[in-house]
């Protein structure tokens, strides 16, 4: 559902009920046609089949996410083989590399799927691989209003981690029934949000200022500064975003504001209203 504002067009549904071979573009930096805001970002889905080889050194920064299946990586004079099974249960593996970067990733499964972001950046980057090894869960919203917005955040890298990056990634595993990006929070920045459910009839509803979507397999939310925004995933499904925002220039992502009404919601000694009769 939604209002009839221009917010409306933030929403870019799914091309398909699965991604095809090759790369899927979502969004491209200094086009605001998909998704009606230039996120200053390109944003798509690669996926590839067995032994496909990808050789590149793009002249963004760019992160590959891995989402499923084996590949081997070839960065920096080394090799290493990354594998996911399920994005709910492992925590991410994702490629970070500076413009003009040279790297070659082989697909050892029948399917590959990556989610690749790119964005402008004159800085030299070190090239890195971040590993499930190297990176920590935050159980966010644990002992807060009847845990009704419990999830695990898993950040990738930011600005504290990464100063030289002009992304910030992460993902968050929603679990079923329950909130994230809660309470409602805002930025200078722009974001974009990419989704994932359990089962492919899953679903769940976002918020973009007053605007609430039905978010489903494979959409896609791009998020203008300073329009809050909240999540809830339908009950029996868990819903996984990947999300990433653009540092400005001069202005860098290093953390959000609440929305006012709903700061309360943080204070562990008031758990808000419970029926009387439990």
């Not at 549904?13 to 200094?30: D, L, N, V, W």
């Not at 891995?66 to 490629?95: H, M, Y």
Request: one cysteine or more; a negative charge.
């Amino acid at each position: 559902m939604t209002n009839s504002n221009n917010r409306s067009s933030h929403f870019i549904p799914a091309p398909a009920p699965e991604f095809g071979a090759g790369y899927t573009k979502i969004t491209k930096a200094g086009d605001s046609s998909s998704g009606g805001l230039d996120t200053q970002m390109d944003f798509g889905i690669k996926v590839q089949s067995l032994g496909e080889v990808i050789d590149e050194a793009s002249a963004k920064e760019s992160v590959w996410l891995l989402i499923s299946g084996e590949a081997k990586i070839t960065l920096d004079g080394a090799e290493q083989t990354v594998k996911r099974d399920s994005i709910f249960n492992e925590a991410p593996t994702a490629i970070h590399v500076g413009p003009d970067t040279p790297i070659r990733i082989e697909s050892l499964s029948e399917k590959v799927e990556w989610a690749v972001t790119r964005t402008t950046n004159d800085r030299k980057l070190k090239p890195t691989i971040y590993t499930p090894d190297t990176l920590s869960p935050e159980f966010r919203g644990t002992g807060l209003v009847q845990d009704a917005c419990l999830r695990n955040v898993r950040l990738i890298f930011d600005y504290d981690t990464n100063p030289e990056a002009n992304l910030v990634i992460g993902e968050v595993v929603n679990y079923p029934g329950r909130w994230s990006s809660y309470p409602p929070h805002h930025h200078d920045q722009p974001e974009i949000y990419h989704y994932r459910f359990t089962k492919p009839q899953g679903y769940g509803h976002a918020e973009l200022g007053d605007d609430v979507f039905k978010v489903q397999q494979n959409d896609t939310m791009v998020i203008p500064p300073q329009l809050d925004h909240a999540q809830v995933s339908a009950p029996g499904y868990g819903m996984w975003y990947l999300w990433v925002i653009r540092h400005i220039d001069g202005n860098p992502y290093t953390g959000f504001e609440f929305t006012k009404d709903h700061e309360w919601t943080l204070n562990a000694n008031d758990q808000g209203w419970k029926p009387e009769d439990q």
